[in-house]
């Protein structure tokens, strides 16, 4: 074993984060770190690469007993991280942000263009040919996510761990991944996964560790264990939940008058002029790559930027949102699909951030009374099975799936007429979607309007009474979900084999 | 050659991408903003003014302002980071008092100039390592630093002292003539130094681009384990050895000691550096644009003394107008490149 920790223990105030977990890992594997968010999975990584110090616990590394007092010391000692959220520095050339803090010197001054060859080299593996000289955050969030895999592979070191790393990749990039992972594998590098993506997990591991709360469940050879059993350790219980949803949600809803009519609706450069409807009760999900214009889309409806063509009627009657204050006082709400910089305050605790919105809405000068911001608090903290179940945390300290379900308890505290949730389940836990999934379905089922945008058709097809399929910053394709609509269909319109 | 103002200081100015630009690069647009606009400033001093294209009239700017020059060099490092260094007025006063009460007693200058130099330089040090390790805000450890320096610098004397010593009277009267009888003091050839071994540091020192880093993000500058605490505490040290030697260029300069030099001096320098396109925020901006944003601040005193009929405070009404447009400027460039 090249690392081996035992019994390891951290304490937040209030909050056991781990509990006692054993966690080894052997040179040349691929071991998956399994869990849903708040498992401790994130906790534990940070142990591992000397953000946290431990409260108990041991942790061994190539026979060694090691206790690290920061990430220097740790990658010092030959673990190498990417993070899940690019941890690179944006105003720094590609070329520094895989070489900073080790460039190549000569008499203690840095031989650039050295640098450069080397950071070409180290892309050029990952079949990445871009302008290393120019800055990191001219490039995608997946240009930068590889440019830090390229860091962390170029490292050379011991343990190597990928918290997320394919979040934000398609899939020929998850499979330029995954065979350096083979390489490195084959190099004797001892490989620490974490995905959200069972498949890929399924794919790509040897073996895996499952954690639930802070506790360790147990470890599996990847073979030896079957999906559904692992879904139900990683929740701990079994999944019956999922497959309700799917029976729900397939009746029609009610037609007459839509809530919500665009017509001709564009704004140049952003997404090309659509038509689209939505009824109350019911769930219209929008399909399409990322950058399709699917978020374009849902911000031109939620007033967020001002279309230039077209009209939008609510009501039948004609709208004009020019602020997304306007919308929300039209009953709209929107969950954005970036929670951590344009939803989430992690300053504030979990109750101010629920109430933001209809405090928002009320206007400044006529704050909510604390018994009733308590109420209903509780109640959605409960109703989302928000953990942990105190209102007063600061939702920093949250996982990002509890954030998330915080962000969306800010805007059903509002009682919105149309839902608009933009990717609510990216990057969180099977156990945490389904909920999130069942509580659309409930809402539509109580006769709100939902837009659901998300990057898994899968969900999309599970939940949404009608798809919107977006390519290419146009929309290519209305399809009414049934029997005849699945993945491979709405997959043949995202890639162009029917034209509308 | 001279008017443009360029040191021999331009080559290692880039991140040394060494990319050949034909469009420039966004993060090169405030610091050439700058030279533009020196240009059209010193145009329009030829045009108006009689004199004022005389060599002498440029090297003046540099002469009278290579002291403010040092200290926004170290003010460079420290915005960089994204941190904010206020002591560094106090600290040319403290420099100049102590230095001139010490000579004025007979202490020999070969001690004196080391130990003012070193006041500054653990003044730096205790700021930033106050800051690093007790996660204080700069902009309240340096407030406090600035208020320890000046205080006690009127503690250990209230009048202004002159300085009469050998040593200090010489380096204060040195010159170096070129052909055409102009010349420049060694002030300015310490200052060019400065700002040289600065550009060079940024340019090609790890410790350089760990300063970059830091102002781009030091959460992440901390996960790629880079010496986040002892690169903040070097920038505050370098800052405040900077201040010191500004002071020591300020007492040739005025052959002085007064606790009450170098007033609002911090805020001189800041300007300095903001118009010379160093962003705010930090991890964005090199050494040459700070050099260009002192020549735009004395380039205005120039030309408010060539114009004789204007109230000399004009001066901090158009440094306020091109700090907010310089300001503006930066948004709006680092918006274009989201």
């Known amino acids: ?500 | 050659m001279i008017d443009t103002t360029t040191p021999p200081t331009a080559g290692p100015k880039t991140r040394g991408s060494g990319r050949r630009i034909y469009r420039p690069n966004t993060r090169h647009i405030p610091v050439l903003a700058t030279l533009a606009l020196l240009i059209v400033m010193y145009s329009v001093g030829v045009y108006n003014y009689d004199g004022f294209g005389d060599t002498q009239v440029i090297l003046n700017v540099f002469v009278d302002n290579a002291f403010l020059l040092v200290v926004a060099v170290g003010m460079t490092f420290v915005i960089l980071t994204g941190g904010i260094d206020l002591s560094v007025g106090a600290v040319i006063a403290l420099t100049t008092t102590v230095a001139a009460t010490l000579l004025a007693a007979g202490w020999p200058p070969g001690v004196v100039l080391p130990l003012v130099l070193l006041i500054g330089t653990v003044i730096g040090l205790g700021m930033g390592s106050i800051i690093h390790f007790f996660k204080v805000e700069p902009f309240i450890a340096t407030l406090a630093g600035m208020f320890l320096a000046r205080g006690l610098s009127l503690l250990i004397n209230r009048n202004s002292i002159p300085i009469t010593d050998d040593f200090w009277t010489r380096m204060a009267q040195m010159r170096f003539r070129f052909d055409q009888g102009v010349f420049i003091s060694l002030n300015v050839v310490i200052a060019l130094i400065v700002v040289l071994i600065a550009a060079l540091v940024l340019a090609w020192t790890r410790f350089g681009r760990n300063v970059y880093a830091i102002g781009g993000n030091a959460d992440s500058a901390l996960l790629m384990g880079l010496p986040v605490g002892r690169t903040r505490i070097a920038v505050y040290t370098l800052s405040g050895f900077c201040a010191s030697l500004g002071g020591v260029l300020y007492s040739f300069y005025t052959s002085s000691g007064y606790s009450l030099h170098g007033q609002g001096l911090e805020l001189d320098a800041i300007a300095a550096v903001v118009i010379g396109g160093v962003l705010l925020t930090g991890g964005s901006g090199y050494v040459l644009g700070t050099l260009l944003g002192v020549l735009v601040l004395g380039l205005i005193q120039t030309i408010i003394t060539f114009q004789g009929d204007l109230n000399s405070w004009w001066t901090r009404i158009v440094v306020g107008i091109l700090l907010f447009a310089f300001i503006v400027l930066q948004r709006l460039v680092t918006r274009k490149a989201r």
């Not at chain 1, 190539?62 to 990417?82: C, H, M, N, Y």
């Not at chain 1, 969030?141 to 011991?158: N, S, T, W």
């Not at chain 1, 992690?346 to 018994?371: K, S």
Request: contains cysteine.
């Open chain 1, 1 to 500: 074993m090249v690392l081996q920790m035992t019994g390891i223990k951290k304490v937040f105030p209030g909050v056991v984060a781990l509990d006692g977990v054993d966690f080894r890992l052997a040179p040349g594997e691929i071991h998956a770190l399994m869990g849903e968010n708040g498992a401790g999975k994130s906790t534990l990584i940070k142990v591992l690469t000397g953000v946290y110090d431990i409260d108990g616990g041991e942790i061994e590394l190539g026979g060694e007993k090691v206790r690290f007092t920061g990430p220097l010391q740790a990658q010092q000692a030959g673990i190498s991280t990417v993070y899940q959220e690019v941890n690179l520095c944006p105003n720094l050339s590609v070329a520094e942000n895989i070489y900073i803090g080790r460039e190549p010197r000569r008499f203690g001054r840095i031989q650039w263009s050295e640098m450069r060859k080397r950071a070409k080299r180290s892309l050029a593996r990952l079949d990445l040919d871009i302008d290393v000289s120019a800055q990191l955050d001219s490039f995608s969030l997946a240009i930068q996510q590889m440019v830090a895999i390229a860091r962390a592979v170029d490292l050379q070191a011991k343990v190597l761990i990928l918290d997320e790393p394919t979040s934000s990749l398609d899939k020929d990039e998850v499979d330029q991944l995954f065979a350096i992972m083979h390489r490195l594998k084959d190099q004797n590098t001892a490989i620490l996964f974490v995905s959200h993506f069972l498949d890929q997990v399924y794919e790509i591991a040897d073996r895996m560790t499952v954690l639930r709360n802070g506790k360790l469940i147990g470890e599996y050879r990847t073979a030896d264990l079957p999906q559904m059993q692992l879904v139900s350790k990683m929740i701990g219980k079994e999944l019956e939940a999922l497959e309700k949803i799917e029976e729900q949600t397939r009746e029609v809803p009610v037609r007459g008058e839509p809530l919500i009519r665009a017509t001709n609706l564009g704004r140049t450069g952003a997404i090309a002029p659509f038509d689209l409807t939505i009824h109350a009760g019911e769930v219209v999900g929008l399909a399409g790559l990322l950058g399709s214009g699917r978020t374009e889309l849902a911000r031109l409806l939620f007033g967020a930027d001002r279309p230039d063509s077209g009209e939008l009627t609510i009501d039948g009657k004609p709208a004009r949102l020019s602020s997304p204050r306007d919308a929300m006082t039209k009953g709209i709400a929107f969950s954005s699909e970036n929670r951590r910089t344009e939803g989430i305050i992690g300053e504030l605790t979990v109750r101010e951030n629920i109430i933001l919105a209809m405090q928002a809405e009320r206007g400044w000068t006529r704050p909510i009374p604390r018994r009733r911001q308590d109420e209903l608090v509780d109640r959605y903290v409960k109703a989302l099975q928000i953990r942990p179940a105190d209102p007063e945390r600061l939702v920093r300290d949250l996982s990002g799936g509890n954030q998330q379900k915080v962000l969306l308890a800010r805007w059903l505290i509002t009682e919105p007429r149309l839902l608009i949730i933009d990717e609510p389940t990216r990057g969180i836990d099977v156990g945490a979607k389904a909920e999130i999934q069942r509580l659309v379905a409930q809402l539509a089922d109580g006769g709100m309007a939902v837009l659901f945008v998300s990057a898994e058709l899968e969900e999309v097809l599970r939940l949404s009474h009608k798809i919107e399929v977006l390519r290419d910053r146009r929309l290519v394709e209305e399809l009414t979900n049934g029997d005849d609509v699945d993945a491979d269909r709405i997959m043949q319109t995202i890639a162009g084999g029917v034209t509308p």
